[in-house]
């Protein structure tokens, strides 16, 4: 049997706490531009082959919003650093008739690595998939992607490696009132977050633009 992942907040202090927001349709702009800032070598780890630009804006054109969903971690400016994206399907069970998975996938800029962003969107998928239903995370990585990897395996994963690719299957416990709870308060502190910051950009905006009006001999 599995050990359930613990919970972000009994692994950290509420001082490290990073507010994850979902991302819908309005966002695939934001998406496009953190995805084609990854390096090459960073977008073979997250695709599992050398995307071109063309073929990640084919990918973030076909993201649906309501069969999946994905999450971000922005910094002061609303610039993503990091996203994680959580596909749902159905599977026909051996004897429990359908089960709900989802496969997970990850990407940080390159300004934001060694923070845990990754980890923290891991643990929070985790967290969300489990209050929906889903009984399985999978995660299919390059050999390679030696922090995925890690992540998964601290998680309980059991890997299975083949070639240069790895494939990790983590089975989720039920949901609890605890996690459902976890996630609202998490939801409604983070967009609290997101608008506090978003109004300090646009004052900032404001203030810019006053400045630049009130400008002698405009």
Do not use: K
Not at 41 to 50: A, C, E, S, T
Not at 66 to 90: K, N, T, Y
């Amino acid at each position: 049997m599995n050990t359930p992942p613990a919970s972000p907040t009994r692994q950290r202090a509420w001082w490290r706490w990073v507010p994850i927001r979902r991302l819908d349709a309005s966002h695939r702009s934001r998406i496009e531009r953190h995805l084609l800032a990854l390096s090459a070598h960073d977008r073979y780890l997250r695709f599992g082959y050398p995307a071109s630009d063309e073929r990640i804006r084919q990918h973030v054109a076909s993201i649906d919003f309501q069969q999946g969903e994905v999450f971000g971690i922005f910094d002061h400016r609303l610039q993503l650093l990091a996203i994680s994206h959580l596909a749902c399907c159905d599977v026909a069970g051996a004897h429990h008739g359908m089960r709900r998975m989802a496969e997970f996938a990850v990407s940080v800029d390159l300004r934001a690595r060694g923070r845990g962003h990754g980890a923290r969107l891991f643990e929070h998928a985790v967290r969300h998939a489990r209050n929906h239903g889903i009984d399985r995370l999978y995660i299919h990585a390059l050999s390679e992607n030696t922090a995925m990897l890690r992540i998964a395996r601290q998680a309980g994963a059991e890997l299975r490696s083949e070639g240069g690719e790895t494939e990790a299957w983590l089975h989720l416990p039920p949901d609890t009132l605890m996690s459902q709870l976890e996630e609202l308060f998490a939801r409604q502190a983070t967009e609290l977050s997101y608008q506090s910051r978003r109004g300090q950009r646009q004052w900032r905006h404001l203030l810019a633009l006053g400045r630049h009006l009130l400008q002698p001999g405009r």
